[in-house]
Structures are given as C-alpha cells and as structure tokens.
C-alpha cells in the first residue's frame, strides 16, 4: 500500500514557476515509479511527468518538456515536479501517481492516486 499526499499548488502568473511535492508513505515507494498527471475543467486526465525508481530514468509528455523537471527523493519519500515557463494551459489540478510497472508502464497502469492539487496560471 502506498498513500500520497500532495502540496505546493496554488495561484501563480504566466511565466512564474512553482515546485509540486507529492509525500508517500508505504513500504514499497522506493521499489514504485512515480508520476503526474494533471486534469483541466472539462477535460480528460492527462499523463505529465513519470520517474523511475532509481529517478535514472523520466518520461515527460511533449507539452511540458523543457519547462518541466521531475525528481525524487526516496530518503524523504517525497517526488517534486519543479515547473517553469508557466502557461494559462497549464491550470489544472494535478495528480500524483504511482506504479509498480515501472516509469514507462505509468501512462497505462496507475495503482495509486494522490487527492490533487490546484495550480491555477493567469495571464
């Protein structure tokens, strides 16, 4: 079992940076890839950012690549999404994820969630 609880979200201008952290507890964070995905009013959820367990290995979907950067931490339990160049598309809230299948397996098989956070870009 693995809970994940994320912070950080919140009101931030076009251009503006912030940093996600996603807390997890559970024995087997360590041993899980871990992931964003974030959801827009009236749209699907979509994959964001995954990490392996090692953190050697990110995946990163093309609409934030270069702006985004996914790390973890796996003393503190904690996995960050730092991101900059914030763009009004970005507002969503987004969602911590994780996986026992591996980083690249994130997009299609989630085993848990996090409650979500709000980041809202304004422009």
């Known amino acids: 079992q693995v809970q994940l609880v994320e912070s950080g979200g919140g009101l931030v201008q076009a251009g503006g940076s912030l940093r996600l952290s996603c807390a997890a507890s559970?024995?087997?964070?360590?041993?899980?890839?871990m992931g964003w995905f974030r959801q827009a009013p009236g749209k699907e959820r979509e994959f964001v950012a995954a990490?392996?367990?090692?953190?050697?290995?990110?995946y990163y979907a093309d609409s934030v690549k270069g702006r985004f950067s996914i790390s973890r931490d796996n003393a503190k339990n904690t996995v960050y999404l730092q991101m900059s160049s914030l763009k009004p598309e970005d507002t969503a809230v987004y969602y911590c994820?994780?996986?026992?299948?591996?980083?690249?397996?994130?997009?299609?098989?989630?085993?848990?969630w996090g409650q979500g956070t709000q980041v809202t870009v304004s422009s």
């Open positions: 994820a994780a996986t026992s299948r591996g980083a690249a397996g994130l997009k299609s098989r989630v085993d848990y």
């Open positions: 990490i392996s367990w090692s953190g050697g290995t990110t």
């Open positions: 559970g024995r087997t964070f360590s041993s899980a890839a």
